[in-house]
């Protein structure tokens, strides 16, 4: 086996905390000039990738996840721009799993593309991936994504993805979206939030599901070794409560991407410091947005 045992690391012991050692691409002051990649793409290690897409092409600037297991790859959120023109995903993704299978050579090999949840700038690229042989792209939609996840059945479950000697825990997590879905990598420790969580604007579509959820981050996190969580945006600046304004396409100030469980507590004792009468509130890291 070339991944080896993802809940461990070299030394046999669970994933430890390490910096993300990168500068993430965030817009210019003029997008026609940018001369950024379309996307951006940090290993941070051998079997993980991270993608952002480029403001200039779509001011949310989404990220997305790229995990390799010894069976199979899934890619997680396909971005916020369909065209393959513009957002060259399917390209990318062809090159990276080509030199992945160049270093980890397999007979055949197959990719997974699922969702944290079925908003537009995290589905757009899906149709790059509809003709791909050996891959199965599972819609995002509530019905779709519950019934593969056995949510259907289970709304309280964990359900696993097997990468290969990589298996992803997976949790229904509404609030934000009723289908929002958070993964949890044992490799590399990811917390992996979509819009649940992320230094930005948390805009809440079920106030009581959102705090039922963050509760269900707090006690899942407090029983497997999360190193860094993660979520699909940065929207604030690194002013404690400030954010940047919607539609901004240059963001020099961001904060970094990774967050930690210390700030679900966060986000907890914000909801109850609002309580039951959902409002708009700026919190140093994030900012608490009733609705969609």
Known sequence: MDVGKPSADSAGSFPSPRELDVRWIHGSPSAKHNSDPDIQ???????????????????????????????????IDTGATASAQFFPLRRLVDELVEDWLARHPRHRYHLLVLHT??????????????????????????????????????????????????????LATPGHHQAAVTFYDPWSGFLLTGDTVYPGRLYIQDW????????????????????????????MTTDPGVDYPIRTTYQPAEPPLQMTTGHLHEIRAALNEIGDRPRQRAFPLFVLCPGD
């Open 117 to 170: 949840h079925p908003h537009g700038d995290h589905i757009a690229g899906d149709g790059q991936f509809a003709d791909r042989p050996d891959t199965t792209v599972v819609g995002a939609d509530l019905a779709t994504a519950w019934k593969y996840f056995g949510f259907d059945n289970d709304p309280t479950a964990v359900a696993q993805v097997d990468l290969g000697d990589r298996v992803l825990e997976c």
């Open 208 to 235: 009581p599901a959102f705090a039922r959820t963050i509760d269900r981050l707090i006690e899942f996190s407090e029983r497997r070794p999360v190193t860094h969580v993660l979520g699909c945006h940065i929207e």
């Open 41 to 75: 793409v940090y290993a941070f290690d051998e079997h993980t990738v991270i993608l952002r897409q480029n403001m200039a092409i779509n001011y949310e600037a989404p990220f997305l996840f790229l995990l390799f297991g010894d069976a199979q790859a899934v890619l």
